[in-house]
Structures are given as C-alpha cells and as structure tokens.
C-alpha cells in the first residue's frame, strides 16, 4: 500500500473515463459550429437525416481519416464512424457541398485509471490526514486533488507523487 501525509483537509478524486457517442441531425444548411464537434480517440459520431433530401457524409481529402457514407435519404437514416486517430477530420455532404459541411477534431483521450481499493484514511488532526491505498493496476505516478469540503473538481489543490510520500 501507498500511504501519504497531506496538510490540510481532504477530499480525494478519481476520474474515469470512457467512449462517447455523440449525434448529430444532418439537413441542409447544417454546417460550421452546429456541424463540428471536438472528441477523444475512441469516440463515434452518428449522423441523422432528418430531411428527405438526399445526403451524404464524406471527408475531403485533406481529413486525418477516411469515410464515405455513400448517398441515402429518408429521414431517420444514419451513417456513423468511430474515429482512431487524432487529428483534424474535415467532412461534407457529396450532394450539397456548400451548404452542409463540418470538422470533427480528434484529440488524444485522457488515460484511464483502475480505481484504488482498500482506500483508508488515519491520524486525522485539524491540519493533516495519513491516507493509504492499494494500486490495483500498474501506475507509478498519482495525482490527487483536495480542498476543503465541497471544492469543485479540477480547482483543488494538485499534488503529483512518484514515491508513495508526500510531506
């Protein structure tokens, strides 16, 4: 076990994070903003006709990936694609290029911890704790944010620790 003696009060986090899918509607007119979307490796997006008109969604040539949906209609049809590579991906409709057309960025996705168990704090005084855990995957760095009680996640107060102590 990991054990830690942190000054002050405090509250510890961990996030875990997962695949997204994400939707959106695609009509004409759909373009820009409302047709752009930043998400993490891993994630899908689904496109969703919701005009008769026929569509299509495919990337220009210049995209960090490849897709085609190939030209459908009927409302209610969709294409979607699950992104592998960060990188900018640029994209249309093949049947109305000029008025329907976005960018979907990929970015790397935060790594994923395996949740601690056996998480135990001792020795609480006004100003400190001792907390101990045990590592349940292979991590040799750990960041652990506190506050006092009630503090919003990611404005607390960081500490990264490589060796089990921090005084």
């Given at each position: 076990m990991k054990k830690i003696t942190l000054f002050s009060f405090l509250l510890l986090s961990n996030i875990i994070f997962s695949q997204t899918t994400y939707n959106l509607d695609w009509e004409i007119g759909m373009n820009g903003a409302n047709a752009s979307l930043t998400i993490d490796v891993g994630d899908t997006v689904i496109w969703t006709w919701t005009d008769s008109s026929p569509h299509s969604v495919r990337t220009l040539p210049e995209s960090q990936e490849t897709f085609d949906s190939g030209i459908s209609s009927g409302v209610g049809t969709t294409f979607s694609f699950t992104f592998t590579e960060a990188g900018i991906n640029d994209y249309q409709c093949g049947v109305h290029t000029t008025s329907m057309f976005g960018t979907i960025t990929v970015v790397s996705a935060t790594p994923t911890c395996d949740d601690p168990s056996n998480l135990m704090?001792?020795?609480?005084?006004?100003d400190s704790v001792d907390i101990s855990w045990t590592e349940n995957g292979t991590a040799t760095e750990w960041e652990i944010e506190y506050d006092p009680a009630g503090f919003t996640?990611?404005?607390g107060t960081l500490l990264v620790d490589n060796d089990g102590v921090i005084l």
């Open positions: 704090s001792m020795n609480l005084t006004d996640q990611g404005n």
